[in-house]
């Protein structure tokens, strides 16, 4: 079973944006304090949702008018793959998505508490990541922007030169991915924008030092992420820092997905490097006050948008 043959969507107009990565179905539990060990909790809610991060960012995209498109990974040929593909039909991304019976559709378990915190479990990745090794990559060649993510590592780099050799710039979500230097050294080379966070807890960092590093890796622009303090965006020319506003937050999960969504949306807008970073915080702001995936309407971002202070 498929939706959006690879020859239909070969014959249609290329997506602004294509993000490649790994297709799961998820369960996002939501409590009110994290169990302690050896204990439990009662959830308020419980949620399925498409992930990994390139499809949270395509749907995003997607909500906000602009056309994206997914290449992803295989899912089993299971009740859990089935509805992820009905999800991805039902929601408009370009893409061919494919089943097999080789393996079980990915699971993925994200546990949040109302204070942002959470934690996460993932079945093994591998098997179904390698088959983006012979995915159809031809959707990249006229799209405006590439998304990657760095924890799909060993299954990018042919995306990332395909991009290259097309001329369309690239965006690769490095995390703490960056703090290996051989990594950094692999990847920057092919990336125009990369986004990365500094420690675990994101505070008390200089997040200057880590955007340097990101622009001297070969990117031309740096995205610094910093959880509640917002971002810091970098160019060669440019230092901008975008404060987040102070809001209580609810689910923080995707929040760094729905920035990612929210930068490269300003970017195939062609806004400035302020607006667009603008966007992005107010974008993933907005996400951590509703339980679940949520992409507001653009008018209410930049609305927020345009409120933030600006460092």
Same mark, same amino acid.
């Given at each position: 079973?498929? &939706?959006?043959?690879?020859?239909? *969507?070969?014959?249609?107009?290329?997506?602004?944006?294509?993000?490649?990565?790994?297709?799961?179905?998820?369960?996002?539990?939501?409590?009110?304090?994290?169990?302690?060990?050896?204990?439990?909790?009662?959830?308020?809610?419980?949620?399925?949702?498409?992930?990994?991060?390139?499809?949270?960012?395509?749907?995003?995209?997607?909500?906000?008018?602009?056309? &994206?498109?997914?290449?992803?990974?295989?899912?089993?040929?299971?009740?859990? +793959?089935?509805?992820?593909?009905?999800?991805?039909?039902?929601?408009?991304?370009? +893409? &061919?998505?494919?089943? =097999?019976?080789?393996?079980?559709?990915?699971?993925?378990?994200?546990?949040?508490?109302?204070?942002?915190?959470?934690?996460?479990?993932?079945?093994?990745?591998?098997?179904?990541?390698?088959?983006?090794?012979?995915?159809?990559?031809?959707?990249?060649?006229?799209?405006?922007?590439?998304?990657?993510?760095?924890?799909? /590592? +060993? /299954?990018?780099?042919?995306?990332?030169?395909?991009?290259?050799?097309?001329?369309?710039?690239?965006?690769?979500?490095?995390? /703490?991915? /960056?703090?290996?230097?051989?990594?950094?050294?692999?990847?920057?080379?092919?990336?125009?924008?990369?986004? +990365?966070?500094?420690?675990?807890?994101?505070?008390?960092?200089?997040?200057? *030092? =880590?955007?340097?590093?990101?622009?001297? &890796?070969?990117?031309?622009?740096?995205?610094?992420?910093?959880?509640?303090?917002?971002?810091? *965006?970098?160019?060669?020319?440019?230092?901008?820092?975008?404060?987040?506003?102070?809001?209580?937050?609810?689910?923080?999960?995707?929040?760094?997905?729905?920035?990612?969504?929210?930068?490269?949306?300003?970017?195939?807008?062609?806004?400035?490097?302020?607006? =667009?970073?603008?966007?992005?915080? *107010?974008?993933?702001?907005?996400?951590?006050?509703?339980?679940?995936?949520?992409?507001?309407?653009?008018?209410?971002?930049?609305?927020?948008?345009?409120?933030?202070?600006?460092?």
């Amino acid at each position: 079973m498929m &939706s959006n043959s690879s020859s239909k *969507a070969n014959k249609s107009p290329a997506p602004d944006a294509v993000c490649l990565g790994l297709i799961t179905l998820g369960t996002l539990i939501i409590v009110d304090k994290l169990a302690e060990t050896n204990t439990g909790v009662v959830p308020e809610q419980v949620i399925e949702y498409l992930s990994d991060d390139g499809v949270i960012a395509a749907l995003a995209l997607n909500q906000w008018g602009a056309t &994206s498109g997914v290449i992803g990974t295989k899912l089993g040929r299971d009740a859990a +793959g089935r509805e992820a593909i009905r999800q991805l039909a039902d929601s408009g991304v370009a +893409g &061919s998505f494919k089943m =097999t019976s080789k393996y079980r559709t990915p699971a993925e378990i994200s546990i949040a508490d109302k204070g942002g915190n959470r934690t996460y479990y993932w079945a093994d990745r591998e098997e179904p990541l390698s088959t983006l090794d012979d995915a159809d990559l031809s959707m990249i060649e006229n799209a405006k922007i590439l998304y990657v993510d760095w924890y799909d /590592h +060993g /299954h990018i780099l042919t995306a990332l030169k395909t991009a290259r050799k097309a001329g369309v710039p690239t965006f690769l979500n490095f995390e /703490h991915g /960056h703090e290996n230097d051989e990594l950094l050294s692999l990847y920057g080379q092919y990336s125009t924008i990369i986004q +990365g966070v500094t420690d675990a807890a994101q505070v008390n960092v200089h997040p200057e *030092a =880590t955007g340097e590093r990101l622009l001297k &890796s070969g990117a031309s622009i740096a995205l610094v992420t910093l959880a509640s303090e917002g971002c810091l *965006a970098l160019t060669q020319d440019e230092s901008i820092r975008v404060y987040a506003p102070k809001f209580d937050v609810v689910d923080a999960n995707a929040a760094g997905a729905t920035f990612s969504g929210g930068f490269m949306y300003g970017t195939v807008q062609g806004w400035s490097l302020e607006r =667009t970073a603008r966007f992005a915080v *107010a974008a993933a702001s907005l996400k951590c006050t509703v339980v679940g995936l949520a992409a507001f309407p653009v008018s209410e971002i930049e609305t927020l948008a345009d409120q933030l202070t600006i460092g």
